[in-house]
C-alpha cells in the first residue's frame, strides 16, 4: 500500500533525506522511528504530495505520488503534526465539510456519524472545537484524515504533547484503525512504536539505518550476553567455576551485600542462554543462590546503540 524507492530531499545544500527505501503491505501498522530532525515529517510530507522527492519515487496503493497526484491523494488520510482545526466549527459541521472535501458523496451525514462514533467523538458533535481538550482536538484531527475512509492512514507524531491518560487513548484508537486501514506513524518515543505497532523503521539523519518488527526489537533489549547472579559462596572458587562452564566469558565479583553475598556480573556469549547450567552449578556446589536474572537493556538504551553503529560514533 505504501512504497518508497531510493527517497532523497534536498534543502539547498543540506540533504535532509538520503535514499530512503521501503514498503508497508496492506493492513499493516508501521512506525517511523527516529530523534527530532531525522526526516521523518519530511518522508511524510514526500509520501503525501506535499513535498517533491529531490529523486526517488513513492506511490499510494499503487498509484505514482508525483506522477498522479490527486488520484494517490484518495487514498491517503493525513494527520499533520499540527493538524489546521477551524475553532469556531462544531465537530459535527468540521467533519461534514472535510468529507465534501474529500469527495463523500451521498450519505455524508451517517459517514459523520460512524467516524465520530469510531473516535470517541459522538458525544462531542456539537462542541465548538475551540474549545475541546487537546486530547479530544487530537482526535477531531484523527478523525478528519478517516471520514472518507482512506486505504492508507499517514500520522506524525500524533501524541505529541499529550497527557499520559490521553496518549493511551490515542495509541488504543491507532490500534483500533489498523484493522480497517494501512498505518504509517512517526514518532520519537521508542515506547510509541513498541505498544502500537507492528513493524518499526529507525531513520537517523536522513537513513534508514535499521527496521525490524516490534516483537523484534523488543527481544533485542535481552540476551545480549550479560546475567547478574548474586549468591553465598566462596569467591574464588565461585569464579573458577563459573568461567567453567560453557558459553561464559568472564564473571567479576560487582559488589557484596552485608548479608554475605556476593554479586557477580557474568558475561555470556550473546547467542547462549546459559542459566540453567549456572543454577545446576550452584545446586551442585550447595551454594545458596538468592537471585538470577539477565540484564535487560532499555528500549531507549538499544535505540541509541543502534544510532550508535549507524553512525559509527558513540554519544
Known amino acids: ?17 538520503k535514499g530512503v527505501s521501503f514498503k508497508v503491505d496492506k493492513g499493516d501498522i508501521v512506525g517511523l522511528l527516529g530523534p527530532n530532525g531525522s526526516g521523518k515529517t519530511t518522508i511524510m510530507r514526500m509520501l503525501t504530495g506535499f ?54 458523496g451521498r450519505g455524508i451525514a451517517s459517514r459523520v456519524d460512524e467516524t465520530m462514533e469510531l473516535t470517541g467523538l459522538t458525544e462531542m458533535a456539537k462542541r465548538h472545537i475551540g474549545k475541546l481538550s487537546k486530547g479530544y482536538r487530537q482526535r477531531v484531527g484523527i478523525a478528519q484524515a478517516v471520514v472518507h475512509s482512506p486505504d492508507v492512514l499517514i500520522l ?40 502500537t505497532c507492528r513493524r518499526v523503521l529507525i531513520i537517523d539523519q536522513g537513513r534508514l539505518v535499521a527496521e525490524d518488527t516490534a516483537q523484534g526489537l523488543t527481544q533485542r533489549t535481552v540476551g545480549h550476553g550479560e546475567l547478574l547472579l548474586r ?10 567455576l563459573l568461567t567453567a562452564v560453557d558459553g561464559v566469558t568472564g564473571a567479576e565479583v560487582a559488589d557484596r551485600d552485608p548479608s554475605g553475598a556476593s554479586v557477580y556480573h557474568v558475561t555470556t556469549a550473546a547467542d547462549r542462554d546459559v542459566r540453567a547450567s549456572i543454577a545446576k552449578l550452584v545446586v551442585d556446589q550447595g551454594w545458596s543462590l538468592q537471585e ?24
Open 156 to 195: 506524525d507524531e500524533p501524541t505529541v504533547g499529550l497527557d499520559p491518560r490521553q496518549i493511551v487513548e490515542i495509541r488504543a484508537l491507532i490500534k483500533e484503525l489498523a484493522g480497517r486501514t494501512t498505518v504509517l506513524l512517526s514518532t520519537h518515543i521508542l515506547p510509541e512504536v513498541s505498544i
Open 231 to 240: 549468591l553465598v559462596g566462596p569467591e574464588e572458587r565461585v569464579l573458577s
Open 51 to 104: 513535498f517533491a522527492p529531490t529523486s526517488g519515487a513513492c506511490s499510494i496503493a499503487g498509484v505514482d505520488v508525483q506522477t498522479d497526484p490527486r488520484e494517490a491523494r484518495r487514498h491517503i488520510g493525513y494527520l499533520p503534526e499540527r493538524v489546521a482545526l477551524y475553532p469556531d466549527m462544531t465537530v459535527r459541521h468540521y467533519l461534514k465539510f472535510v468529507a465534501r472535501v474529500h469527495g463523500v
Open 1 to 17: 500500500m505504501i512504497e518508497a524507492k531510493g527517497l532523497i530531499k534536498d534543502y539547498g545544500r543540506n540533504r535532509a533525506v
Open 292 to 315: 538470577l536474572t539477565q540484564n535487560t537493556m532499555s528500549l531507549e538504551d538499544l535505540f541509541v546503540r543502534i544510532l550508535e553503529e549507524s553512525a559509527g560514533v558513540t554519544f
